[in-house]
């Protein structure tokens, strides 16, 4: 997972988050999968350096001050396990027959993004998404954009076969199932996590009064 980050806003703007559900299969086969439900929050806003917590999410304790990619994860997972337990209020969708699942009429602000079931592939184990934190806008050499299409990383986690599957459809005709699992964020290996704005992967900040 990696965080996008940016400190310029303009409050009258509203913008939108795509994320294209793309997965790979045991056989090597690019999927899209379609009706993986998505979870989004608004989780706060950047005040020069600092990303602060905002609403309810002010008293989860989660300490938003490390930048690394490893620190963004960990603070993605908690968040999300946070606004799962106190059963906090967000916006869901789901991924359409291309494997996208979008996100309008969105205000300047930091996001929580999260999948909020397994896909499950045939007997064979599930695709997992882990929780990200995404920026709007975001800056893209020198221009920001407020409207955001990802492509995450998807991974496989190979498993026992699933019981009481429901076969959903995909754009491949490939047979995938959808579980109950909320917590997808602790299968993933942080290390092979990415997140891609237009082919182009965002660490810097700028700050802008």
Known sequence: MFFIQINAYAS???GTISIKYLARTPEDIEIAILDIPFEMYRIGRWSGDALLLEGEFAPSGVSM?????????????LLYKYAK?????CTR???????????DNLTTGVYLIAQSRDAKYKDKG????SPVLIS???EVNGEFLYNINAEPKIEYVPGENPNNAVPETTKDNQNIQTGDN????LYVIIGFISLMISGIVLFRKKKTE
Do not use: C, M, W
Not at 85 to 89: P, Y
Not at 126 to 129: A, L
């Open 85 to 89: 337990e106190h059963k906090l209020s």
């Open 136 to 138: 709007l806008p975001t």
């Open 182 to 185: 909320q917590y997808i964020g």
């Open 12 to 14: 009258e703007i509203t």
């Open 65 to 77: 001050e490390e930048s690394t990619a490893f620190g963004r994860q960990r603070q993605a997972d």
């Open 126 to 129: 599930k695709f997992v998404f």
């Open 93 to 103: 969708e789901q991924t359409n027959i291309d494997g996208i699942v979008r996100f």
